[in-house]
């Protein structure tokens, strides 16, 4: 069983920065793959990026790639979306998700993953 709480959504102005947190708890946090998800009222939720266990390997959708960074410090059980140039239609709740789908293709789909937090909002205001 794993835990995740997120954090360090916000308000920001376009072009602007955040950094969101999430903690998991329990001991087995490095034997799982890490993905961010986003929901924007009135839409699916979409895949955002992923790191391997080691974090050694990302990914990232079309639509935040260069201007997002996805990392981890297994150390303290956290993983970090860092945001960067945020757009207003970046606008939705960002979700965590853990997963040991042991494959990176597999990363992309939300029903790949074993365990959610329960979101964080942020709003890019223009």
């Known amino acids: 069983q794993v835990q995740l709480v997120e954090s360090g959504g916000g308000l920001v102005q376009a072009g602007g920065s955040l950094r969101l947190s999430c903690a998991a708890s329990?001991?087995?946090?490095?034997?799982?793959?890490m993905g961010w998800f986003r929901q924007a009222p009135g839409k699916e939720r979409e895949f955002v990026a992923a790191n391997s266990k080691s974090g050694g390997s990302t990914y990232y959708a079309d639509s935040v790639k260069g201007r997002f960074t996805i990392s981890r410090d297994n150390a303290k059980n956290t993983v970090y979306l860092q945001l960067n140039s945020l757009k207003p239609e970046d606008t939705a709740v960002y979700y965590c998700?853990?997963?040991?789908?042991?494959?990176?293709?597999?990363?992309?789909?939300?029903?790949?993953?074993?365990?959610w937090g329960q979101g964080t909002q942020v709003t890019v205001s223009s």
């Open positions: 998700a853990a997963t040991m789908a042991p494959y990176s293709s597999w990363w992309y789909d939300s029903k790949k993953y074993d365990y």
């Open positions: 329990g001991r087995t946090f490095i034997t799982y793959a």
